[in-house]
């Protein structure tokens, strides 16, 4: 049985050229509008994933740039979870093996509301130091000029 003209033009796309057009539109795909590009779908899902927004009209009125910020900001806030998991690991390892521990030791909470007050950015870092800075300050100025001397043929 003889195939219809008909059915060749669909099965080859329409006037015959199978380079990378559209059979709808007879458009190269490389030339088709970006919206027709975008899965809507994929959108949706993100948003209902890490933005836990389900609102199609408000998603649907951001910008590429607004969506994608969004997004990014998201998955930032996903790092910050898993670092302050890490450390509250860190800080029961720590709780758990020493000694005498201390929560200053872990976290200064008074330092850390000192520092935010006076718009320091370091009030994540607030925890009592573990060696004392004057002391190690001097020792640095002490020590400044110094060079070991090594004599060969010394056994220790």
């Known amino acids: 049985m003889e195939e219809s003209r008909h059915d060749r ?11 990378g057009r559209s059979s709808e539109r007879n458009v190269p795909k490389s030339q088709k509008r970006a919206s027709e590009l975008i899965d809507y779908g994929a959108i ?10 389900y609102d199609i009209e408000l998603i649907l009125s951001w910008t590429p740039n ?7 900001g998201a998955q930032h806030r996903e790092i910050d979870e898993y670092e ?3 450390k509250a690991a860190m800080f029961n390892r720590y709780a ?6 201390n ?3 872990m976290f200064d909470a008074k330092q850390a509301r000192k520092r935010l007050e006076e718009n ?12 004392n800075q004057k ?22």
């Open 120 to 131: 320091d950015s370091r009030w994540k870092e607030s925890r009592e130091p573990s060696l």
């Open 103 to 105: 929560e200053k030791k």
């Open 84 to 86: 302050r998991m890490a």
């Open 96 to 101: 758990t093996n020493a000694k005498k521990a």
């Open 44 to 53: 949706y899902t993100d948003c209902a994933r890490y933005l836990g927004v």
């Open 135 to 156: 002391r190690y300050k001097r020792m640095k100025q002490a020590l400044e000029g110094f060079v070991p001397v090594f004599s060969e043929g010394r056994d220790f």
């Open 9 to 19: 033009e669909i099965r080859r796309g329409r006037k015959g050229n199978e380079e």
């Open 66 to 72: 607004e969506y994608r910020a969004f997004i990014k």
